[in-house]
């Protein structure tokens, strides 16, 4: 088994960073995400026998990859 770093959309910002907020009908505020820190990917660690398995338990994943 190799450990793995995993990628995933932020589900608070939809991977963009940044929130938006609608105040009134032409005002808008826009924050950074703080969830995912404004990256736009959270970051999931767990051990895996292939890459092939990781992308089957996370589909939507943005990276992947092998941490050493």
Known sequence: MEFYEIHLPCPECDGKG?????TS???FNIF???????W??????DYYDNREEVLLDYTD????????
């Open 18 to 22: 940044k929130i938006h907020y609608q």
């Open 61 to 68: 994943a943005i990276k992947v990859e092998v941490e050493k």
């Open 25 to 27: 009908v032409n005002t």
């Open 40 to 45: 736009g990917y959270k970051v999931i660690n």
């Open 32 to 38: 950074d995400c703080e969830h995912c820190n404004s």
